[in-house]
């Protein structure tokens, strides 16, 4: 049984930080690539970050470009996400997930992802 397993959500001001973990089990975590969405109240989930299985490889959406980063420790099973300058409209819940098919490079497609965390709320305040 795949579990993730999100936490480092909360409340934050305008141009703050967070640091947002996902904990995986019960796969070989580092035979696959992961990534972060997000879904915002009233909207569809959309694509903030992806890294390759090994982690070589990242790709961010436009929003975030140049304010998160992605990155992973193969050691601990764990992906991470560091949000920066944090803005109003990066408010929504995120959730971390892994590719269904291993030794990808990390895409952007959600339905490309099989396993799914319950989300961490982040909310930032204006």
């Known amino acids: 049984q795949v579990q993730l397993v999100e936490s480092g959500g909360g409340l934050v001001q305008a141009g703050g930080s967070l640091r947002l973990s996902c904990a995986a089990s019960g796969r070989t975590f580092s035979s696959y690539a992961m990534a972060w969405f997000r879904q915002a109240l009233g909207k569809e989930r959309e694509f903030v970050a992806a890294?390759?299985?090994?982690?070589?490889?990242?790709s961010y959406a436009d929003s975030v470009k140049d304010r998160f980063t992605i990155s992973r420790d193969n050691t601990k099973n764990t992906v991470y996400l560091q949000m920066n300058s944090l803005k109003p409209e990066d408010t929504a819940v995120y959730y971390c997930a892994t590719e269904s098919v291993g030794y990808g490079l990390g895409s952007s497609r959600e339905y490309e992802y099989t396993y799914w965390g319950q989300g961490t709320q982040v909310t930032v305040s204006s």
């Open positions: 890294i390759s299985w090994k982690g070589f490889r990242t």
